[in-house]
């Protein structure tokens, strides 16, 4: 089995599954009671969060954990949005956002919330100076996406935090869920007030996320109960997710550390073989984050060459998975102005340091094939 669609969820480390499991079975008491089992989960928890803290270079105070990338990115842009709406009503985001932010978002304009989308290029990046341009006086929040999920472009945040730094009213939330662990991303930078991550890309396990908030940015919560994670999300902890998740992370930046040239090794092997398939037209940019290819068959339904790869034991998909029910067209690739031809027939190949040189060669040969037959069969 090749497993190329790790950018919809990744395999958990085996490490990671051992470290749930302890935790799940030694410290099942609720961190909030005051009894021992209690005061062992507490403690193990702020520990994680410590740990969390050190890995992005951020202090423990400004790290929160949540239920994952969608629940981060509501509770950044809904909460911004709800706690300063006296400042001004007016957001800033793309028209490639994940739909979590998307979808947030056009939440707020039901309650009179005024939203920008900005336009991409081909290559879906944005024009930081329409970017700059767009700001108003009433603007309150700028959101971008650090790694786009589906075309792995990446967007320049350090300039939009630098513009957003600018602006003290102004908060800039950075959506990390396809970054993390891949591509450096500045949590030091003072423009950047909110990050979200989720646990399940990075090799960790569904249902866990975290949110970093800096210091002295305050927000509505989403929920109201106890007052967990500084009363911004309260609710019982995942303990044994968190944890796992923190152990997932360790993992991941590891391997950034040591492994990112095998991920660009493979990556460049990739885009090589299918750029030499005349059949084939790249959609991802050069440029782009080297886990994510995303390239277009015209006349050949996607739906039709996945399920062929799959006879064959690769998994690839289409387009986020977020968003795969919804219609044939990639809305991701449209914003981005490519021909309908592109847009109707995209793929998308999602590594990470697990996979082999020798798998990228085997897809390379398989998918090459599994055209032809394709193509012999539709006459």
């Not at 869920?177 to 399940?200: E, R, T, Y």
């Not at 990639?330 to 190949?349: H, I, K, Q, W």
């Amino acid at each position: 089995m090749i497993y190329f669609d790790n950018s919809a969820t990744t395999k958990p480390y085996p490490e990671v599954l051992k470290t749930f499991h302890q935790v799940a079975d030694q410290y099942f008491g609720n961190p909030s009671s005051i009894h021992r089992f209690g005061g062992e989960s507490e403690r193990l928890l702020k520990k994680a969060k410590e740990q969390a803290s050190n890995l992005l270079g951020v202090e423990i105070d400004e790290v929160i954990f949540t239920s994952g990338g969608t629940e981060s990115n509501n509770l950044a842009i809904k909460g911004i949005a709800l706690q300063h709406q006296n400042r001004g009503k007016h957001i800033i985001t793309t028209e490639i956002e994940h739909p979590s932010v998307l979808e947030a978002c056009k939440a707020l304009e039901k309650i009179d919330f005024d939203v920008t989308y900005l336009p991409v290029n081909k290559e879906g990046k944005i024009n930081v100076q329409q970017l700059h341009d767009t700001i108003r006086t009433d603007t309150i929040l700028i959101s971008v996406m650090h790694v786009n999920n589906e075309l792995g472009t990446i967007q320049p945040i350090k300039e939009i935090a630098d513009i957003a730094n600018q602006y003290p009213k102004l908060f800039f939330h950075v959506d990390h869920v396809q970054g993390l662990g891949k591509v450096q991303l500045p949590f030091n930078h003072p423009g950047i007030d909110l990050c979200s991550m989720s646990a399940h890309k990075i090799h960790g396990l569904k249902g866990t996320g975290l949110l970093y908030i800096k210091k002295g940015t305050t927000l509505f919560p989403l929920l109201h109960g106890g007052g967990q994670e500084g009363a911004k999300r309260p609710g019982t902890e995942n303990l044994a997710g968190i944890v796992a998740m923190v152990k997932a992370m360790r993992m991941i930046m590891d391997k950034q550390t040591n492994e990112s040239h095998h991920l660009n090794e493979m990556a460049t092997k990739l885009r090589s073989c299918l750029a030499n398939n005349k059949r084939v037209h790249l959609n991802s940019p050069e440029d782009g984050a080297p886990h994510i290819l995303n390239y277009s068959v015209p006349g050949f339904k996607p739906e039709v060459v996945i399920h062929a790869l799959s006879e064959k034991g690769i998994f690839i998909s289409t387009k986020s998975a977020c968003s795969s029910k919804h219609t044939d067209e990639s809305a991701v690739l449209a914003a981005c102005g490519l021909d309908e031809r592109y847009t109707t027939s995209a793929l998308r190949v999602s590594l990470s340091y697990d996979n082999t040189r020798e798998e990228v060669e085997t897809f390379c040969k398989a998918f090459e094939e599994t055209v032809s037959q394709l193509s012999d069969v539709m006459g």
